[in-house]
């Protein structure tokens, strides 16, 4: 008897457990996005979880996302609080979206050159335009380019690690939806697979990102968005619609892309010329 309600005891210890990790997800948002499949009972909702994470346990799944809890504990400020049940949900649906796209191998050089060509793809409109021909370009040098929405809790906008020897991931959450901040994401991401191969894992979009290797893929994206032998020419023009339209066009970007840097550099307010910037509707 004694032994029968130890065992009980710890099963019901272990319940608990589980349905404490199961509140900590974004389940509702799992089901919602299609990640998951509605369970009617709890039970049945947390093995459908471990499924999806590919663990056998909660404790499995802790160890698995340990570094994920760091960061996000580290970077979440009280005004934009991160979960980080959430973003690992979200790096999780990443990682199964960047498994099925098929990738040629791993080539930083490739990559790196095919960069200036992806970058004329921000004076196309349409997402589901240049969407397609983006993840075309980037699984050529071994990208595969995930875009998946940030469930609740979710804070990040994007993320970088190596799937596999020869397989890189970059993912973007489309959380900003216009197409300056849409077009640094990646151009930022890209640069940590460029500049810093497979040194590890990278997560954007919260607070405290301040390390060396952040502010070096911001300057990488700054100069592949407007390379520095034009820098002075950009912080130096005539600041009417017809000039930046003009100067944009000369570049090959677009014309929100050149505004957003020109508000990076002070060199207009944050109010001003948001008119030539292109939000986007689309939904990954």
Not at 100 to 121: D, P
Not at 254 to 259: A, E, F, K, R
Request: proline share 4%; net charge positive; hydrophobic share 40%.
């Amino acid at each position: 008897m004694s032994r029968d309600f130890q065992y009980r005891q710890g099963v019901s210890k272990l319940h608990q457990i589980d349905e404490e990790w199961l509140a900590e997800l974004p389940v509702g948002d799992m089901v919602k996005f299609g990640w998951l499949r509605p369970s009617p009972r709890p039970a049945e909702e947390i093995a459908a979880c471990l499924r999806f994470f590919g663990v056998t346990n909660v404790s499995a799944w802790r160890r698995t996302y340990a570094d994920v809890q760091k960061i996000v504990a580290f970077r979440t400020s009280r005004s934009f609080e991160s979960r980080p049940a959430a973003v690992a949900a979200w790096l999780r649906q990443g990682e199964i979206v960047g498994e099925a796209i098929k990738c040629g191998s791993w080539n930083a050089k490739r990559f790196e050159e095919s960069l200036m060509q992806i970058r004329s793809l921000s004076r196309q409109k349409d997402p589901e335009r240049f969407i397609p021909d983006l993840q075309r370009h980037c699984a050529s040098a071994g990208v595969a380019l995930a875009i998946v929405r940030a469930p609740n809790g979710c804070r990040a906008s994007g993320a970088t690690r190596f799937i596999s020897e020869n397989k890189a991931l970059l993912l973007l959450s489309f959380r900003y939806r216009s197409d300056d901040q849409f077009w640094f994401s990646f151009f930022h991401e890209a640069g940590h697979l460029v500049l810093h191969g497979e040194k590890g894992f990278f997560l954007e979009g919260m607070e405290g990102a301040g390390s060396s290797e952040e502010q070096e893929a911001n300057q990488f994206a700054e100069g592949i968005l407007i390379p520095i032998e034009f820098r002075n020419q950009a912080l130096n023009l005539p600041l009417s619609h017809r000039d930046v339209l003009r100067f944009a066009r000369r570049l090959g970007i677009s014309p929100g892309i050149l505004v957003g840097q020109l508000q990076h550099y002070g060199r207009i307010g944050q109010d001003q010329l948001n008119g030539l910037k292109r939000r986007f509707t689309w939904e990954p």
